[in-house]
């Protein structure tokens, strides 16, 4: 069991908007950046946000970070088929000493 | 062109011992954080160590006394020494390079190395 807490699937239309959300305390998501990855089947993970709410070079606007307290959420608006894949959201947890992911969120594009 | 091309696994007997190793091209290892991280399969992904570019490094509790993570400056390589080997261990092995100066997220990922612990 995760640290970090992820709902185990989401699901929206087409077009639509989705939210995934992730769960953690103070030692984690409370007082350090998050991060979040896209994983595709078969793939490694890509980097969708850092620093809560940046997006690397090349990820589409589509994609969006927040953070609130200790937690933190993923926006993707204008769902495509091809957004169908694991998201799992990452911090470091100073009590740990570690860095940590969350236990993923399986998006279906209905 | 930044690539990361993970060697080295396998499969190997519980107890075990085997070196993982991430070639780095395109950039200069130490100059970044670098991680590890692994997925069992059908499993999510699990955080596993951090070499720091001043050298410092981190583990997961999981990985705490068996493995080492280390780099090769010259070869500019990063290795994950794995020992005491469990059922457990068992996945798919990834080095990232971290985003500069932050202490997770990771903008390139290796392909990935499978370890396999079984008797």
């Known amino acids: 069991q995760s640290v970090l807490t992820q709902p185990p699937s989401v699901s929206a239309a087409p077009g639509q908007k989705v939210t995934i959300s992730c ?7 409370g007082n350090n950046y998050v991060s979040w990855y ?11 946000i850092y620093d809560n ?3 690397p070079s090349g990820i589409p606007d589509r994609f969006s970070g927040s953070k609130s307290g200790t937690s933190a959420t993923l926006g993707i608006t204008g769902l ?17 000493s570690a860095g940590i992911f969350g236990g993923g969120t399986k998006l279906t594009v209905l | 062109e930044v690539q990361l091309v993970e060697s080295g696994g396998g499969l190997v007997q519980p107890g075990g011992s085997l070196r993982l190793s991430c070639a780095a091209s395109g950039f ?6 670098m991680t590890w991280v692994r997925q069992a399969p059908g499993k999510g992904l699990e955080w596993v160590s951090v070499i720091y570019s001043g050298g410092s490094t981190y583990y997961a509790d999981s990985a705490k006394g068996r493995f080492i993570i280390s780099r090769d400056n010259s070869k500019n390589t990063l290795y994950l020494q794995m020992n005491s080997l469990r059922a457990e261990d068992t ?6 390079r971290g985003v ?13 190395t499978l370890v396999t612990v079984s008797s």
């Open chain 1, 23 to 29: 769960s953690g305390s103070s030692s984690n998501i």
């Open chain 1, 38 to 48: 896209q994983q595709l089947p078969g793939t490694a993970p890509k980097l969708l």
């Open chain 1, 53 to 55: 709410n940046k997006r």
């Open chain 1, 80 to 96: 495509q088929t091809g957004d169908e894949a694991d998201y799992y959201c990452e911090t470091w947890d100073s009590s740990l």
């Open chain 2, 28 to 33: 200069t290892v130490s100059s970044n954080h």
């Open chain 2, 91 to 96: 996945a798919v092995y990834y080095c990232a």
């Open chain 2, 100 to 112: 500069a100066g932050r202490v997770t997220s990771q903008d390139y990922w290796g392909q990935g």
